[in-house]
């Protein structure tokens, strides 16, 4: 059977100027992180579980040319482990016949176009 569905854990961390980026960073990384990990056709990816492992506030006060208008600024660092349903098409599992054509040098030039 080609299609397949399976449950994975990632750990993610992310950073941002408000708790939504924070985790909208977090988010953001899971889609890419799934398609590097398997080489399967990936049909759906649903979280199923987000468990924050560790969560920072970091204020600091930022001056324009060192001693100008300060402002206060904070950072939100988080680190999360999130349980992902997979739902995928093991393209390994397909049988691909062979074939192998012979093309002339003319054919060649008008199957480029």
Do not use: W
Not at 33 to 62: G, K, N
Not at 73 to 85: A, E
Not at 93 to 106: A, D, G, P, V
């Amino acid at each position: 059977m080609m299609y397949k569905e399976l449950k994975h854990t990632l750990s993610l961390s992310g950073t941002g100027e408000s708790k939504e980026r924070a985790f909208n960073d977090v988010f953001s990384q899971i889609k890419p992180l799934v398609a590097r990990t398997f080489s399967s056709v990936i049909l759906q990816i649903e979280p199923q579980d987000v468990e924050v492992v560790s969560a920072m506030e970091t204020s600091y006060v930022e001056k324009f040319l060192g001693f100008l208008f300060p402002r206060r600024r904070v950072r939100y660092d988080i680190l999360v482990t999130v349980t992902v349903q997979l739902r995928m098409i093991d393209t390994e599992k397909i049988k691909f016949e062979k074939r192998n054509e012979e093309l002339s040098t003319t054919q060649r030039i008008l199957r480029m176009q």
